[in-house]
Structures are given as structure tokens and as C-alpha cells.
């Protein structure tokens, strides 16, 4: 019988706001540890909570484009549990009133469209930092360093139901929802700095299981290619251990990058009690109409539109899905280039072929701020009216990035110009032709490659300004 | 003459006659203290050298004419759960004994504004949980009209050296009584506004739902002096408020309801004679009494051990050593934060933690702390609907007399039963005042408490005034070895 997988994937997104959740400290970035305090972060006693107005619209606008419901009467509760980087051994968190609920996102796998749904999207405040010496966990170790600069961000935890099938499906939802809080600019959503960080849910079952396998939580997955290869990983794992009748145990375990294997963390047989009350310190989250409203009034292109309009232009699913999580600069050139050149798809493999290319070439992440849509257009219509080779286009675009330059012009002073007169292109065919008899006899015996030689031959007479494509349609209609 | 026990407003008046300078009253009040503490250990710590330059910068500006207002210059004591920068604030607890406080409370910055000096920091109930004083990890507090009895608590230190002299006035806290309870024992006045008009920023938490801040004074007028210099909206403490326009309850020709429930079983016959004789009074003055029935109000004990408690057990979560505090090593951090934390606290702080942390656990939630909150959201209704009967309610404040030493501490609901009278304010967040009437048989003060209904602070304390003027309550401690 077929083992089938299911994924959930819960989401922390460190929201880009000037300061805390629930205290007015700078959210900055910065190599010394313990610089952005105050009691309240530090859980002094006597400090109290302020919830951050910044952070609360920024969850609402996560929530609303997530079509999620919005909770306008809801909470903050206390998470209670004692680790040293938890400055009040509570999380402030929300429980049972989250301000979004029953939301999704559509996405894009393989080249189709795919939804995952959302089950809540929630407010809180981020830990500490712990660094353990000696050891990588907390009950080994000599020492503990803890810096508390983190402690105090606002997250938003994203939770989706476990309804996602595969390892693909997991990191398209992954790149959707960074590219969601990036265009939302709620986020900087950079993995790399844990602006974004996801722990796994995984089970496997027979298909036509009613119920869901055993759930394990995989943690430690710090890049999209780690999250493929634990999920991949952990579903071959189970899969097997199901095929010998083992037991799977629910618990958590850890993805070791190096030996791309996961290992037991800890047992959740005991559930831990989190022991979850309303915060007294923090009155009801009411959000009003006009909040609401304000809100979505402001709401910015969302990256769904973004790829429906590329669509619209021409492109396929995936190329628009893939311009779309590319640079911002990326998408909005490729609409104004193919605007004029009426080709999506030779602009997009402009833009993101050869453009990105050589810019990746040089060390730079962007074009330079001289270079425009229409220039670009030019060099591609140069291309496709076949005035000047591909190659003299790559040539040229080379150009355009070092200095500010007119293509055409360029074309015409460097000789990039191809010849497409076909009487004086005949000319030097039947020229080439009279002084290559033997090749034409090799030709003639089943050397056809040797075509190709002769073509070259016409275009060196030419010195480089024979269209090719013309060369060879001239030429084998000589021969024959 | 001394002039301890003068108003505040007469001794601002006598600055501003320039019959008597700030650096006199200081030294008095510290000659007060070096001749009463060592009786009563009322403070934890005095602050006396270092206010030696700002009692002569209030000299100053009196004589040039510049005082900052009614406070300046008059030295005020303040509960060793509220953080004045740089000192230590320790809760009365070992957990706390060494650390120093790098922020001043929302009210500390208000009065320093004002130009008040502190005498210091005084004894509490460890982080505020007790009645007695009796629970202070250094040693408790003696009444100052019986040294065998207690002061009351939590604030006992702070009502004590009002009654002492020691201080012109304290702040307190209030969480279940706190401030009105030792205030009663102490026969001085204790204030607990509307919860959320003064802000709790800087107040060690031990309720959230229920802590609010309060002067303890020598009269009405002093209370509401202090009070009104510190309420106001903090935008560090969300559940402060605006003041809101309210319906205020009427200063003359009111209706008082005396409450049922707390005139009959657990309520001594002289607490009940008392509010009888105010009753009589308030009847002269031209006020309508009538017996008003609040049935929950039976429940307030049992509400408040499941609220207070739960949250509680996560307030005092933080103090685990890791950060501030004292640190007991420990082979595991966790074992570190046990040890700290098995040290660090007193009997009664645990049995709280562990109350509320199974009032809130998985399978008791529903059962314990989400049904004290339905209980309290009903007994807030019940007050409301009554408020559109009456403009008070009086009641005693505490069941009885000061009690002695060890006397309760042996049966713990007893102690408990000792705060029934005060908790109801702090579930409904309303304001109450206590006000010393009259003596027990035992020669003991015994205290009424006014209360009103959400945000008419001002007015109770205006109708508390008066109250005050006719009962003209004017017995003074005798401290047997200090100077009277």
C-alpha cells in the first residue's frame, strides 16, 4: 500500500519594526551583545509591557493578505516556561484569540499552481539568544552566554495545517511567504539572518488512512535547501520505519546540516503545560473597522498580483513565479522591456539570462542606474530583426553595464551591423563556392557538417557583418 | 514642637511662612526614627545622609520663593516594592536582598518632580504576600500602639512609620487589602485608588489584575494630596487610564449602603459597633443609610486565592538568578534556577507560586482560575448595579483589632479571612479608603472603609473629609521607649 507524507510548517517571521514589541528599545543590528535593553526586555521587576502599534498593523496587513479571519477582539496570553534566554520565563504570546485564523496562500509548484491554507497567524515577542559552551545543549554544558538583544523583537508566528505533500511543496511555501513580507516590507526576510525561521511537522500514513501519522517536528533548518533535504530525509525515515511495523514516537528532533541526517532533540510524551493565561499587563487587542480598513486601503502589490500580471504578459507559470521572487528592479524592467518589444519571453531570458548573468559576473547585484528599459529593448529588437548576431548583442549589453552608451550607435561604429543584402551576400557565396570545389565534393559525399565550414567561410569574407542564418540559406541553395 | 504629625498642607504653610525649613522637619523626622526604629524596624533602609543636600536645595527654594509645590520638602516613605534608581528594592525578600534598582517607578519620578524626599525604604510582606508583616525575609514589623501586635500587611513597614512618625507620609500597595488593612491596624488613613489611575510602572508586580498604588497618611486631606501629584495615564503601563468623566456620586444628602455580608460571621463585635457608630454619624450629618446585599462578596477570599496566585506564579517567574538577584550554583542552569529559586523564596511566596500554578495547569484551568474569572466578572456586575442604588458603601476594613504576633500565623485561612473586607475593591477595581474611627476595648485602633464606585477617587476622598472632620479621630501611639 502507498505511504503517503504530510506536512505542517510553522513560520517565524521577525517583523522590520523600529523598535520591541513591549518596549521602546531600537531594533538594530549590532555585534556587542546586551546593547538594546531596558527593564522591560530585560524583565526587570516592576517593568510592564507597552504593545507596539508598528507591530500590530504589520500583522494585520500579514494576516489580511493571507485571506485570513480577523480576530477585532483579541488577546495576548502569557507562555509559561522557565530557559535562561526567556527574560520573564513567559512568553508574551497569543493563545486561543490570534489575529488571523483560517487563511491561504497560493503557490506555485513545478510550474502549477498550488494553495496551502493557513490555520493562524499570531503576535510575540522573541527570546534570547543562548550560546552554550562545551556543548551544544544546555544540560551539558560548562557555560551559558546569553545576549538578550533579540529578546523583545516582534514575530509573527505563520502555522499552516498540515495538508502540504512533499518537500517542494514545503520550501514553494517557504519562498512565497518571504516574498510576501518582503513586497509587504513587514520584514527583511533574509533566512540567512533567521529573519524567517520554520520547524517542520511530519508524518507519514498509508493513503487511505483516515487518520494522520505520528508527528514529528524537525528544528534547525536554517536555508530552504536544509528544509528540503531534512523533510526528504525524515519522510524516507518514517516511511521505512513504518514498512517494519516501528513504532514512530512523537518527539522533536534536530537536522544536522553536516551529516544530513535528524536526531531525537527531545521526547514530547510529557506535552509540556504551557499553563496559558490572559496577560493582566496588556488590556484586549481591539482592532476597529478603521483600522482594519486603513489598512487595507494601503495594501501594497501583492506577490500572487505580481505573478498574475506576468502572466498576463506572456509569461509561463513558473517564469512568472520565478521573476516575481527575483530582485524588485528584475520584475519591473522585464514589464517595461517586453511593454516595447512585444516578446515576454525573449525578454524575460534577456533580463534573466544574460543581463543577470553577466551583472553576477562583475559582483553586482544590480544594473547600473544609466542603463534603461528602452536600451535594453534595443539591443533585443536589434537581435530579433536579426541586424546585429547574439553575440553582438551580449557584446554590446557588456558595454551598457561598463558605460552609458546608445546600442545602435555602438552597433553601427564597432561594425556589429549584419549584412542581410542577399544579392551582395550571393556574391560572396558563389565567390566562396568557386574556391572550395573539394569541400563542396566532401559536401556532396555526406559531409554535411562541412556546411557549416563554408558558412564561416562567407562570413569571415565579410568580415563579421553577414547575417548567418541568410549565409546558410544562400549557400544551400547554391549547392543543390 | 513636633511636627510630624502636622498636614501636609499645614507644614508647607509653615515653609512658607518660613516658621519652619525642610532641613528641620528632615532632621526631626530622622530624630523620630533613631529613637522609634529600633522598636517598631519599620524601615529596611534609611536614607538619611544622602538627603542631607536635598533638604538644604529645598531650604533654598523656599526662601527664594521657587518650591515646586505642596510636596516639596516633605519626606515620604516608600514600600520596598517600588523602584527608586540606585537603591536597592528587595521585596523583603533574601531572592532580592542585593539588587539595586537602575530605574525609578512612574511614581517615584512623579514625586521626585514635586521635590519629596525619601526617607527610605520600609518592611513588607515578601513580595507583598502576607498580612502581618510576619512573612519579611528580614524580620517583621511591630505595631507602633502595641509592639506585641502586628502592623497588618503587606505595607506594614509604610503604615507603621506613618503611625511612628518617622515619616510625614508612605505609599503603599494594594493588591487585597494591603495598603487599608496595616492602615486600620496602624489607626492612619490608607488610600487604594480606581485600579489603573496610578501607574503600577516600577511596582513589583504580584497580581497584576489587582496591584494598584496608594498613599498611607495621617488624614484624608494628605492622601489626597499624594494621590492626585501621582495618578495620571502612563504610556509605560498599559492598563493606566485617562481620567474618564463619570458620574460622581453626591457629597451631600448620599445614600450609604452598609454591607450585609460583611457585618455577620467572622466580624468582630467591636468592627461591627464601629461602622454602626459611623453609620449614626453619617445619618447626623444628613446622609440616608441602608443595608445593601452583595451575596458574592462571600465568595471574595475564594476568588481572590485562585486570581492572585496564578498570576503570580508567572510574575515571579523571573526571579530564577539568571539575570539580577541572588544565585545559587547548581551543577545544570536549570539547576542553578531550582536552586536559586528553593533558596531565594519564603514559605508563603511558594505556596502561592504552587497555588497558581495549579489553579492554572492543563485539566484545573477550567475548573480554578477560569472560574474565579467568571466569579469576578459576576461580583463586578453585582457592585455596578448596586452603585446605581447607593453613592457609598461602608463597611469595617478589617475583621477585628491587630492581632499578635504568631496569633494567625498558625492557621492560614484565618490570616486569610483577615483581608475579606478589603479584596472586593481589588476584584471590582473600584476605589476604597480606610479611616481610623475609634478604639477597640483593647485600646487598639479600628478603621471604617468608604468605597465608591470606578474613577469618583476625588469624590470619596472629598466625602472622606468630611467623614474624618466629624469623627475626629485623634488618638497617637504611644511608643513605649521612644520619644512621644
Not at chain 1, 488571523?100 to 499570531?122: A, D, M, P, W, Y
Not at chain 1, 533567521?194 to 487518520?211: C, K, M, P, Q, T
Not at chain 1, 509561463?316 to 524588485?328: C, F, H, L, V, Y
Request: with cysteine; aromatic share 8%; hydrophobic share 35%.
Amino acid at each position: 500500500m502507498k505511504i503517503v507524507p504530510t506536512i505542517g510548517m510553522e513560520t517565524h517571521v521577525e517583523l522590520k519594526t523600529n523598535s520591541k514589541m513591549f518596549c521602546r528599545c531600537n531594533v538594530v543590528e549590532t555585534d556587542k551583545p546586551n546593547e538594546n535593553l531596558c527593564p522591560t526586555c530585560l524583565g526587570l521587576p516592576g517593568s510592564l509591557p507597552v504593545p507596539n502599534k508598528r507591530a500590530i498593523e504589520f500583522i494585520t496587513l500579514l494576516a489580511l493578505s493571507t485571506k485570513c479571519q480577523i480576530t477585532t477582539d483579541g488577546m495576548f496570553h502569557r507562555k509559561n516556561y522557565f530557559y535562561p534566554d526567556l527574560p520573564k520565563n513567559y512568553q508574551i504570546s497569543q493563545f486561543d484569540l490570534p489575529v488571523g485564523t483560517e487563511g491561504s496562500l497560493e503557490i506555485v509548484v513545478n510550474g502549477e499552481f498550488s494553495t496551502v491554507e493557513i490555520e493562524r497567524v499570531h503576535m510575540e515577542e522573541d527570546t534570547g539568544k543562548s550560546t552554550h559552551i562545551g556543548s551544544g545543549r544546555i544540560d551539558s554544558a560548562t557555560s551559558t552566554h546569553l545576549d538578550f538583544n533579540r529578546a523583545g523583537i516582534p514575530l509573527v508566528e505563520v502555522v499552516t495545517k498540515p495538508l502540504i505533500k512533499s518537500s517542494k511543496e514545503a520550501v514553494s511555501y517557504i519562498e512565497e511567504l518571504r516574498q510576501l513580507v518582503i513586497d509587504l516590507d513587514i520584514s527583511e526576510g533574509k533566512l540567512e539572518k533567521g529573519n524567517l525561521r520554520f520547524d517542520a511537522n511530519i508524518s507519514v500514513a498509508y493513503e487511505n488512512d483516515d487518520e494522520l501519522g505520528t508527528k514529528v517536528e524537525i528544528k534547525n533548518m536554517n536555508s530552504l535547501r536544509s528544509l528540503e533535504k531534512a523533510i526528504e530525509y525524515e519522510i524516507s525515515r518514517q516511511t521505512k520505519m513504518l514498512n517494519n511495523n516501528e513504532t514512530i514516537i512523537q518527539e522533536t528532533r534536530h537536522w544536522d546540516e553536516k551529516k544530513e541526517v535528524t536526531s531525537s532533540m527531545r521526547s514530547k510524551e510529557g506535552s509540556a503545560d504551557y499553563r496559558y493565561f490572559s496577560d493582566p499587563d496588556i488590556p484586549n487587542m481591539i482592532l476597529s473597522e478603521d483600522f482594519i480598513d486603513k489598512i487595507k486601503n494601503n495594501m501594497p502589490v501583492l506577490p500572487s498580483e505580481k505573478r498574475n500580471t506576468f502572466i498576463n504578459s506572456g509569461l509561463s507559470i513558473e517564469d512568472a513565479n520565478s521573476i516575481g521572487k527575483s530582485p524588485k528592479w528584475m520584475g519591473e524592467l522585464y514589464k517595461s522591456v517586453s511593454d516595447i518589444t512585444n516578446d515576454s519571453k525573449t525578454s524575460f531570458n534577456w533580463i534573466t539570462g544574460e543581463l543577470q548573468g553577466q551583472l553576477r559576473k562583475l559582483g553586482e547585484t544590480s544594473p547600473p542606474e544609466w542603463m534603461t528599459a528602452e536600451q535594453l529593448a534595443e539591443i533585443i529588437s536589434l537581435v530579433k530583426s536579426d541586424k546585429i548576431s547574439f553575440t553582438s548583442g551580449k557584446e554590446i549589453l557588456g558595454e551598457l553595464i561598463e558605460e552609458k552608451i546608445n546600442p545602435e550607435e555602438y552597433a553601427i561604429s564597432n561594425k556589429l551591423i549584419q549584412e542581410n543584402d542577399t544579392e551582395e551576400i550571393s556574391k560572396m557565396v558563389k565567390e566562396i563556392i568557386k574556391e572550395n570545389s573539394e569541400v563542396l565534393e566532401r559536401i556532396a559525399n555526406g559531409e554535411q557538417k562541412l556546411i557549416g565550414f563554408l558558412v564561416g567561410q562567407v562570413i569571415k569574407l565579410s568580415k563579421g557583418k553577414v547575417n548567418p542564418s541568410v549565409a546558410k540559406e544562400l549557400l544551400l541553395k547554391e549547392i543543390k | 514642637m513636633n511636627h510630624y504629625k502636622l498636614s501636609i498642607s499645614e507644614i508647607n504653610k509653615l515653609f512658607k511662612d518660613k516658621k519652619l525649613k525642610p532641613s528641620e522637619l528632615y532632621s526631626e523626622v530622622f530624630e523620630r526614627a533613631a529613637n522609634t526604629e529600633s522598636i517598631i524596624h519599620g524601615h529596611l533602609t534609611l536614607f538619611q545622609d544622602e538627603n542631607i543636600k536635598k533638604a538644604a536645595d529645598a531650604d533654598k527654594r523656599y526662601e527664594n520663593g521657587t518650591e515646586l509645590g505642596i510636596l516639596d520638602g516633605i519626606p515620604i516613605a516608600i514600600k520596598d516594592n517600588i523602584n527608586i534608581a540606585g537603591y536597592a528594592t528587595t521585596c523583603s525578600s533574601q531572592m532580592l536582598s542585593n539588587y539595586i534598582s537602575p530605574y525609578d517607578a512612574t511614581v517615584i519620578t512623579k514625586l521626585k518632580d514635586e521635590g519629596v524626599m525619601f526617607t527610605g525604604k520600609t518592611n513588607l510582606d515578601e513580595f507583598a504576600m502576607g498580612s502581618s508583616t510576619e512573612n519579611s525575609a528580614f524580620g517583621p514589623t511591630k505595631n507602633p500602639w502595641d509592639p506585641s501586635r502586628v502592623p497588618g500587611g503587606s505595607s506594614g513597614g509604610s503604615a507603621a512609620v506613618v503611625s511612628a512618625g518617622s515619616a510625614i507620609a508612605s505609599l503603599g500597595s494594594d493588591t487585597g487589602g494591603s495598603i487599608r488593612q496595616p492602615a486600620s491596624f496602624c489607626g492612619v488613613v490608607g488610600f487604594k485608588p480606581t485600579y489603573g489611575t496610578v501607574s503600577r510602572f516600577g511596582l513589583v508586580a504580584f497580581a497584576s489584575s489587582l496591584d494598584q498604588i496608594g498613599p498611607i497618611t495621617n488624614n484624608v486631606e494628605d492622601s489626597k494630596i499624594l494621590f492626585n501629584s501621582m495618578k495620571g495615564f502612563d504610556p509605560f503601563d498599559a492598563t493606566s487610564r485617562k481620567e474618564s468623566k463619570t458620574k460622581q456620586p453626591k457629597l451631600n444628602n448620599a445614600k450609604i449602603g452598609i454591607i450585609k455580608e460583611l457585618m455577620e460571621d467572622g466580624i468582630s463585635e467591636d468592627a461591627k459597633l464601629e461602622v454602626q457608630k459611623v453609620a449614626k454619624l453619617l445619618e447626623s450629618q444628613g446622609h440616608e443609610i441602608v443595608e445593601v446585599s452583595l451575596p458574592l462578596t462571600k465568595m471574595s477570599i475564594s476568588i481572590y486565592y485562585l486570581i492572585a496566585p496564578a498570576e503570580c506564579s508567572a510574575n515571579l517567574s523571573r526571579f530564577d538568578g539568571v539575570r539580577y538577584g541572588n544565585r545559587v550554583a547548581g551543577n545544570t542552569s536549570y539547576e542553578m534556577m531550582e536552586n536559586t529559586r528553593a533558596e531565594g523564596f519564603g514559605p508563603e511566596v511558594k505556596k502561592r507560586i504552587l497555588l497558581g500554578t495549579y489553579a492554572l495547569s492543563a485539566g484545573y484551568y477550567d475548573a480554578f482560575y477560569g472560574q474565579a474569572l467568571k466569579a469576578r466578572a459576576m461580583m463586578k456586575k453585582e457592585f455596578t448595579e448596586t452603585y446605581k442604588e447607593v453613592d457609598y458603601l461602608i463597611s469595617p476594613t478589617t475583621p477585628s483589632d491587630p492581632f499578635k504576633f504568631g496569633e494567625k500565623s498558625d492557621n492560614q485561612l484565618e490570616m486569610y479571612m483577615s483581608d475579606l473586607c478589603t479584596i472586593p475593591a481589588n476584584l471590582v477595581g473600584m476605589p476604597a479608603i480606610s479611616i481610623p474611627t475609634g478604639l477597640s476595648s483593647n485600646g487598639l485602633p479600628l478603621s471604617v472603609q468608604i468605597m465608591s464606585p470606578a474613577n469618583t477617587d476625588n469624590t470619596l476622598l472629598e466625602f472622606s473629609q468630611k467623614l474624618e472632620s466629624v469623627v475626629s479621630f485623634t488618638s497617637l501611639p504611644e511608643i513605649k521607649g521612644g520619644v512621644s
